[in-house]
Structure formats: structure tokens, C-alpha cells
């Protein structure tokens, strides 16, 4: 069995289990996770957890729930997550109850209108109806701030849409080491994660039929959202069907062009992924000018479909056994590391000698 280092710093970070992961997750954040951890390994502790119990906030087919969890450890085994390697700890969020169990305590430290400033929570509850919004989406952030307090973590590589959860996890941490002395290491403020994580953090592949706003799994029709699970052929059609615009010219152009801009990056990051050593601005100058978009389309499409024959059969040849095995001895190991922050709260709080 193996515990973690103490003298290490911590990097932690998660992506929910949930309907199906798409690509905008797997390029935005789980492959730079991965990179992440095979780059940083020497020097920090690696945590990657899967947030389970965030899974249900908003409401889901339960009986898809525990294959969603596994398969999520397969995703990042498909994307090269090594296994062996010691220093990067894969775990469910459900199977190290600390998580819980502080994010009640937490829970009584929070203000009700502090949580209702939380703009993930307006968007969510704005697309549900009356009991449909749970108590649990109105306080997810709290669960976040646990998860991210019980390992003693610095870094947290998110997207921007974690980013007011980050900043709540700091603002408690604070509060309650002001209120009973040095209880939990305190984030590193977002400039600084940014600044270590690099430009990739920004990332945000788009949605294709409403290439304004970021490709989401909650998109009710899910006609601009590509699921890694997605029939190439079905996924080929979705990009053919992709929003551009009347301008009539490949261009790299966010602001004007966010169809195009976007059907650029996804083409690099496919591309890169199939091994090929390009970057974003290689591609740009390699269509940049280019009047037909259907032929355009085509070769995004055509390379897209082949990114995902490709994946499905990574995912389809993990080794099983070798996850689980992972995922028992790292929830081990973390349950000890949980329960010494856990213990030590509890005693701030009154509940322990
Ligand atoms: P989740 O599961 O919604 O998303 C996981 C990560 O993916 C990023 N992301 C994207 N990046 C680029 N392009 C996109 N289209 C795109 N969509 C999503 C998200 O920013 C995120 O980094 N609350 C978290 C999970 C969580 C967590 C934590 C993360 C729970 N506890 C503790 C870190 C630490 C969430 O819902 O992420």
C-alpha cells in the first residue's frame, strides 16, 4: 500500500460522471489533465478524482450512473493516464466518505446568500422546475470546496466555469483558518493556477449548432455537442451540419467567425491526437482563404470520425482489472489522507478531543 508524500505539493482536479463525456471535456480538460499529470508526477502528488456525488445535482437515469463512473476511469486510461505510476492517485469522490461528511460542516460555515451568487446555480436552475431544483445544485460549490480542502491541494486546473467555485473554495478555507487557527492549505489564487498551468486552461471548444456559448453536456438536443461514445458517422453529420457563417472565407476570427474558429481548433486537436505535430496556427494558415466551407467541413468531419474510431477502440482494449485495482488501492490511500484532515476539523469544531 502507498500513502501520499506530505512534503509534496498536491495538484487535484475532477470531471463529472455523467450522461456522456464529450469532446469539448476530453480535449478542454482531460487530455491537459493527463499531460498534466505525466509532466508534474516527479514534483506533486496528482489527484484525480471522480466527482460521483456531483453527479446527481441535476436529475439523471440512475441506473446509467455506476457504468458512467467506470467509464470515466477508462476515458482517462484511454487518454494515456498512466496507471502505474504512484504518484498519481484515481479515485471516487463516493468511496472516501470525508468528502461528505466536511462538506456538512462547511455547509454550516456558508452563507445561503454567498451560495446564491453562484452563477452556475442561476444557469442550472433557470433549465429546471420546482422540486427539480435540489438542494444539492444550490449547494455543489460547498462539496467542491471539500473535495478540494480534505488533500491539502495548491493547484486546481479547471475550466473558467469552475472558476467562482475555486474562489469560494478559498474564501472558506480562509474563513475557517481565521476562525480556528491553521486548519487547511488554501489554493493558490486563480492568476497564479493559470499562470502555472499555461494558456490551455482557457480553452473552450464550442457548441456546433451555437458556436457563442461552450460545448456542454446539459445542451438539451444535443446536436452541437459531440459525445466521445458518438457513432463517427452520427458525429460526421453533426459537423457537416455545423453553424458557420455568410462570409464566405476560412478565417481564424473568434469574434466574427466563431463557427469556422472553432471547426480550426477542433481540427488541430484531432489532428494532434492522431500524433501529428501541429499547432493551431499551422492549420489556420493551412485554410485560411478557403471559400468552400462544405469542402472545409468535410475534411474537420471526416478527421473528427476518424479521432473517434480511433478512441473507441482505446477505450474498447483498457485493462479492466488494472483500473480497478487502481481505483481500490488509491480510495485506500485517500481515505487516510481524508480522514487526518477530517479529524482534525472536527476537533476545531468541538466534535472531537
Ligand atoms: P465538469 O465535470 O462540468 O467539467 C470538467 C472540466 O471540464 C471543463 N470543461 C470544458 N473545458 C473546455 N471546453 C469545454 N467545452 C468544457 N466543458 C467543461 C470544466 O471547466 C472542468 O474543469 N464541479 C466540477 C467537477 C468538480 C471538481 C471538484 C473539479 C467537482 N469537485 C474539485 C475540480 C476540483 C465540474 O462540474 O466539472
Sequence with gaps: MYTMNPTKPVILTG??????IHIGNYFGAILPIVDMAKRRSADFDINLFIPDLHSFTTPIDHSKLYDSILNNARIYTAAGLPLDNQAIHLYRQSRVPAHSELAWILDCFTGFGEMSRMTQFKD???KLHGDQISVGLFNYPVLMAADILLYNATYVPVGD???????FTRDIAERMNRKFGELFTVPKPVAEQHQFFGKDQGLRIKDLANPTKKMSKSDDTGKGVIFLGDDPQAAHKKIMSATTDSLGKVQYDRENQPGISNLLEILTLVRQDAGRDVTLEQTISEFTGMERYGDFKRIVA???AEFLT????RL???DEPAIEAKLQSSEQ???LVANQTLHRVQKAVGLRR
Aim: hydrophobic share 35%; charged share 30%.
Design 15 to 20: 470531471v463529472r460522471a455523467n450522461n456522456d
Design 310 to 313: 480511433n478512441f473507441q477502440a
Design 302 to 304: 471526416d478527421e473528427t
Design 333 to 335: 490511500a485517500m481515505n
Design 161 to 167: 466555469d469552475q472558476t467562482q467555485h475555486l474562489e
Design 124 to 126: 442550472k436552475s433557470d
Design 316 to 318: 474498447a482494449a483498457v
